[in-house]
């Protein structure tokens, strides 16, 4: 009896704390794990930069994308942007990622026939924005750039989404981002934080990109910042914001710039959704927001449980998402409206897309940076 008093103590007294306690008091609890794995990933990286073990390099310009947290920092934005600037700049650019969350393993090359089952969500949403690149996927990023120069040989630039730690392959740059709103100088490492390594390999990066910045002028405190990322003196520093764009609807593509009018039903399997449940906030009177896990794979069960809080509002009403949970959606649901199928109307669900806000100045430093670096490696090779 004295031992169920005591843990009927211990869940009351737990209850009784606020979440940020609660959070402290496990991280304190999961230190000797993260103390074992910041040991283990600082031996992998010395390993690398001693040579001991071999990074392999390509006669290709090579731009990696990557954060040292387990995600959220919004890669796939900066890919998108980095791979606009090339096409602008007349590259033939390729995007190579993992795939995370896909049902399929080794490389796969997209086309027309490819869902997001079978790459993943972020390299579909990018293959869908872009159709005239090319978009692959591979967990072993060397094999991966050796296939995509094998079956695509007009390709000269490729562009690395999340590899920072695959140190297998050495990117000729390296822009690594991080969370203004959770900075790798305020993280812990694994399973303690969200870090993947120790803040000192922030120092394999050319550029350090913070991301999510409430806003971009002249009032953000760059320098205080910049003293708190710790950059070397080769290595520059940008800051960029995320920005909103209208919404747009999932059954014929068209925008809808005015979303007041509406009660919204949003949801998402997003890291990091506290900007888009803002959004959503500061944009409709009446809403209701349903998360689930990141790269949340929808189930039948999970659509008929959003059509049934989607009931639940009054008036005139739509469901909003984010562009890379619809990209996941999409493929499930049927083309046209089936009142007999308990499933979602693609006519009442809009999804979002979102891209980065920038400084001017900085964001004219930073395109000349990455098209100078493609320049000289293209040039040298």
Not at 90 to 105: E, Q
Not at 289 to 316: R, V
Not at 349 to 372: H, Q, S, T, V
Request: aromatic share 12%.
């Amino acid at each position: 009896m004295w031992t169920a008093v005591c843990r009927l103590w211990t869940v009351l007294f737990f209850l009784s704390l606020p979440k940020r306690e609660i959070l402290s008091f496990l991280r304190f609890l999961l230190l000797p794990f993260a103390i074992l794995y910041g040991g283990i990933t600082a031996l992998r990286n010395f390993l690398y930069d001693t040579g001991i073990l071999k990074s392999h390099s390509f006669n290709v310009p090579v731009i990696g994308i990557g954060n040292l947290s387990t995600g959220g920092t919004g890669k796939t934005p900066m890919a998108e942007y980095i791979i606009q600037l090339l096409l602008d700049a007349g590259y033939k650019p390729a995007l190579l990622s993992r795939g995370y969350g896909r049902k399929t393993k080794g490389y796969m090359l997209a086309n027309a026939a490819t869902n997001a089952e079978q790459i993943g969500d972020e390299p579909y949403q990018i293959f869908r924005k872009f159709s005239n690149i090319t978009v692959a996927v591979c967990e072993d990023r060397v094999e991966g750039i050796k296939s995509i120069q094998r079956d695509r040989n007009n390709v000269n630039v490729i562009v690395l989404d999340d590899c920072f730690q695959h140190r297998r392959l050495h990117a000729g740059f390296y822009i690594l981002l991080t969370d203004y709103n959770n900075p790798y100088y305020c993280d812990f490492l694994l399973p303690a934080g969200n870090l993947r390594e120790g803040i000192s390999g922030r120092k394999r990066a050319n550029i350090v990109l913070m991301t999510k910045c409430p806003y971009v002028d002249t009032d953000l405190p760059r320098a205080n910042l910049i003293a708190r990322l710790k950059p070397l003196h080769q290595q520059q520093v940008f800051f960029t914001g995320m920005k909103y764009f209208h919404a747009i609807s999932a059954s014929n593509n068209e925008n809808l710039s005015e979303l007041r009018a509406y009660s919204i039903l949003g949801f998402s399997g997003i890291a990091h959704p506290e900007s888009f449940i803002s959004f959503i906030k500061n944009n409709s009177f009446t809403y209701k927001h349903l998360s689930f896990g990141d790269h949340h794979d929808y189930t039948d069960k999970d659509l008929e449980y959003i059509a049934m809080e989607f009931d639940k509002l009054q008036g005139p009403k739509i469901i909003l998402t984010t562009e890379k949970d619809w990209r996941r959606l999409e493929n499930k649901l049927p083309p046209t409206y089936d009142k007999n199928l308990k499933s979602l109307d693609r006519r009442t669900i809009y999804y979002l897309p979102i891209g980065m806000r920038w400084d001017a100045m900085e964001k004219r430093n930073f395109d000349l940076k990455i098209l100078d670096n493609v320049r000289k490696n293209t040039t040298e090779r």
